[in-house]
């Protein structure tokens, strides 16, 4: 399998447009989760969901930040207004089952100028 | 709210040495912990993951331990290699909400040769 995959992998953009984030998890993990890293929070959960559907998304910083599955093999987050403090890492993980090990994908570096 | 710490933030050793990385947190009751690899400009590989009920992990020259009642947990890496640079983050996933990881802000190893 070729493991998680994120596109873009770096995305520069200019503040008040809109970025889109991708993921495609592993197949036939059912459980999917959106996390951001900054060097002052460290890594942070942003919303998680269980075949398909999204469970826990208190981590989502403001309604500026939006995430959906519309099957199990795709995802997105999408940042509308994007603003400088969004500027981080943001990872995609997948799972096979909801407490087992975490697979990370390479990460989405975005900077909002 | 489970806070998670890393000691030391940094570290440089020199090859071969054996090494010691630690990891603390708030609240004991947790379903599991895990330990992370982070390369620059990647994400996570799960190098360990150790049950609440288990005292230690070990895989190859790591070595992972688990003490829940003080809330700590040691990475010990034997004979390192300038290959084991990296940044190593400690994960705890919280028994009420079986999904949840809580990361600490990792420690940046270098093993000089």
């Known amino acids: 399998d070729a493991g998680v995959i994120q596109s873009p992998r770096h995305e520069v953009t200019e503040m008040g447009q809109e970025v889109t984030l991708r993921c495609k998890p592993i197949?036939?993990?059912?459980?999917l989760f959106w996390y951001r890293q900054t060097m002052m929070r460290g890594l942070e959960l942003l919303i998680y969901?269980?075949?398909?559907?999204?469970?826990?998304d208190s981590g989502m910083p403001e309604d500026r930040f939006s995430a959906k599955m519309p099957n199990a093999s795709f995802s997105t987050l999408k940042i509308q207004p994007s603003e400088p403090r969004d500027s981080a890492v943001y990872f995609c993980?997948?799972?096979?089952?909801?407490?087992?090990?975490?697979?990370f994908g390479p990460g989405t570096r975005l900077l909002v100028l | 709210k489970q806070e998670v710490t890393q000691i030391p933030a940094a570290l440089s050793v020199p090859e071969g040495e054996n090494l010691v990385l630690n990891c603390s947190f708030t609240?004991?009751?947790?379903?599991?912990l895990q330990w992370f690899r982070q390369d620059p400009g990647k994400g996570l590989t799960s190098l360990l993951l150790?049950?609440?009920?288990?005292r230690e992990q070990t895989s190859g020259r790591l070595n992972a331990s688990l003490d829940k009642s003080s809330g700590r947990s040691t990475l010990y890496i034997a004979a390192s290699q300038p290959g084991d640079s990296a940044t190593y983050l400690c994960?705890?996933?919280?028994?009420?909400?079986?999904?949840?990881?809580?990361f600490g802000k990792g420690t940046s190893l270098l093993v000089t040769p």
């Open positions: 150790i049950q609440s009920s288990q």
């Open positions: 994960a705890v996933r919280r028994s009420n909400s079986g999904y949840a990881l809580n």
């Open positions: 197949s036939g993990h059912n459980s």
């Open positions: 969901f269980n075949n398909n559907v999204p469970i826990d």
């Open positions: 993980a997948s799972s096979p089952g909801v407490v087992e090990t975490q697979y």
């Open positions: 609240d004991s009751a947790i379903y599991n």
